[in-house]
């Protein structure tokens, strides 16, 4: 508030007050208002205002910009204005402020009127945001950066004298410019945007992560004048859940459940033996990706790994294209076309849907097992293959084995080291870690800004069981992508076997009725008692299974109010039966 040198304030009244009746007759005016205006409240009291104020046009601004708070009942609020002081004829900008005295009839009789030092606030607002870690910004209508704070300046570096006056596009030049940038948004439709997560480009080009917050600027009738933004640097974020996602990976697979880092422990040392592997699994599980884990962390993977889907195939093209052919073998075969055993040579051959193979080269591939040499079509002396095997089904081969439909033989032959995938419905707590990593690959694919799914969007995908897996949930990632333009995956850009024509959340699976999606709590009570159940609730086990301490067991049974299925029969029973032994 502007005061007279050497003139006490009291604190009661920094801000200059006083009232008017709706014949705008004074009928307050505090000291303060006294020291602004250079007058004296009894020699003005029950005048008009215009006949205390004059009729200049800086006192029909100030009247005719308070006047809807009288008339009407409405507030005004930080209005700038110029006041002259009587006294000085010194100038000072006010931020005015009138609030409407109610009346009879829900009509005002008047109005209270404050007005606060424009320059010391602006000064005191300004210090405020040059001391915040957050870097932030302002821009007018047409997009010109009207001020840029230090911590801006930092982050981005770009000085605030670079940056003023220049577009934001140009400065920034977000992952997101545009009709879908935030700060658009927020200037069109007049309401804050918040906690979105980009990227934008220094001053050097570098590629910086931030969460950004962006709010309308309005003048004191509401009119949107520009924006401001506020920017968080995330990078020590992000490179922290890069760290956390290493750890729970081996080579491209990605889990945090307990039966899969089990496999992830022995991985290592099954890669550095020569044994055959047979994966087991249902389809969409990653069994290829297992498969090229163990090859990458081989002694063999300077050489070539070679893929064969067996099903897809049938019997007679299968046999030539795993051991080749030489010309004359047959009609087409012009020359020589050496089979996958030969690309393999030196490396790793994966064969998937072992269990479709036909009998006939089920013989054949167990002389390669058993003697590793094996003989192309037409040939009539064998090649020797030095070829590790893998192989992968989502068939029963122990009942093939039963039922005559797959050699005993070959079966013990692949059966050396045998490693079963979990189907993803068993380790529900993959399920945000898949998420995640699906969005960031898809964003990079797709050239889009999608930063992650919501909470409801989360909660509809973890009630689901998922009878494709992994392989299923990718799909519907790259589904909502398509529906999805920017910013976060919402429940209705998932596909619509996931919502019900009442806009409930889908049921575990298409065309059933819809229930209510489990929370993450409720995902890790049950796989905590599902832990307990196959360890039959011995605690250490379990805590060796899930990677957890006796103490963090402890409380979580407790939180969770976990009871054995013997427990809670036991408990049943004394509920119907008290008066029994």
């Known amino acids: 508030m502007a005061k007279s040198p050497g003139t006490p304030v009291n604190s009661e009244e920094q801000d200059a007050v006083f009232t008017v009746n709706r014949q705008w007759k004074i009928s307050s005016f505090n000291k303060a208002a006294e020291r602004l205006f250079g007058l004296k409240a009894k020699k003005i009291l029950g005048k008009k205002c215009h006949d205390v104020f004059g009729t200049d046009q800086r006192v029909e601004e100030l009247f005719s910009t308070l006047c809807p708070s009288v008339a009407a009942g409405k507030m005004v609020t930080d209005f700038n204005l110029v006041i002259k002081n009587s006294q000085t004829n010194e100038l000072m900008a006010v931020l005015a402020t009138a609030v409407p005295i109610p009346g009879k009839n829900k009509n005002p009789s008047g109005a209270i009127i404050t007005f606060r030092d424009a320059i010391h606030t ?8 040059d001391s915040l870690s957050d870097g932030v910004f302002t821009v007018d ?8 704070n230090p911590a801006a300046e930092n982050i981005t ?11 934001c596009g140009e400065v920034f030049q977000s ?42 600027l309005t003048d004191y009738e509401g009119n949107i004048i520009g924006g401001v933004e506020t ?64 090859f990458h962390a081989s002694d063999r993977s300077k050489k070539p790994f070679v893929a064969v889907n067996c099903g897809a195939l049938p019997a007679t093209l299968l046999e030539s294209e795993l051991f080749g052919y030489k010309a004359g073998a047959f009609t087409d075969a012009k020359k020589d076309r050496p089979g996958r055993f030969a690309a393999a040579e030196g490396g790793t051959l994966f064969l998937d849907e072992v269990g479709d193979i036909p009998n006939s080269i089920q013989v054949k591939l167990l002389r390669v097992l058993q003697n590793k040499e094996y003989e192309p079509l037409g040939a009539s002396t064998p090649i020797k293959a030095d070829v590790r095997i893998i192989t992968a089904t989502n068939r029963d ?71 494709g897996n992994i392989r299923e949930l990718e799909n519907i990632i790259e589904y909502s992508f398509i529906l999805c333009g920017e910013g976060i995956i919402q429940p209705e850009h ?44 011995k605690r250490m086990a379990t805590c060796r299974e899930l990677g957890i301490s006796k103490d963090t067991l402890r409380r979580k049974i407790s939180r969770f109010n976990l009871k054995s299925r013997l427990e809670e029969k036991i408990t049943e029973l004394s509920r119907t039966s008290p008066g029994e032994p």
């Open 175 to 216: 992952s997101i410019c545009g009709i879908n940038c935030a700060i658009a948004q927020s200037l069109y439709g007049g309401k804050p945007v918040s906690n979105r997560s980009i990227t934008i480009g220094d001053k050097n080009g570098q590629r910086i992560p931030i969460s950004i917050c962006a709010t309308p």
């Open 231 to 294: 920017f968080r640097d995330i990078s020590d974020i992000t490179m922290l859940q890069k760290n956390l996602t290493k750890s729970y990976s081996f080579d491209a697979i990605i889990s945090k459940s307990a039966s899969m880092q089990q496999i992830f422990s022995i991985l290592p040392a099954i890669a550095l033996s020569r044994s055959n592997v047979l994966l087991l699994g249902e389809s969409g599980t990653g069994k290829e990706l297992v498969a090229r884990a163990i």
């Open 157 to 167: 570096g770009w000085k605030r004298e670079e940056a003023i006056g220049q577009f």
């Open 494 to 537: 998932l596909p619509d076997t996931f919502i019900s024509q009442q806009g409930e959340q889908a049921s575990s699976r298409p065309g059933t009725a819809a229930v209510e999606p489990k929370t993450l709590e409720e995902v890790e009570k049950q796989t905590i008692f599902d832990a307990l159940e196959r360890n039959k609730w």
């Open 122 to 129: 602006t000064v005191f607002n300004q210090l405020i945001i």
């Open 141 to 148: 209508r047409n997009w010109r950066i009207t001020s840029f």
């Open 397 to 467: 081969l122990q009942a093939m084995v039963s039922e005559r439909t797959f050699r005993e033989d070959l079966f013990y032959r692949l059966n050396v080291v045998k490693i079963h995938l979990p189907p993803l419905r068993e380790r529900m707590e993959d399920i945000p870690l898949l998420i995640e990593h699906f969005i960031k690959h898809y964003g990079t694919q797709q050239d889009k800004d999608i930063v992650g799914i919501s909470n409801q969007a989360l909660a509809i995908l973890m009630r689901y069981d998922y009878p």
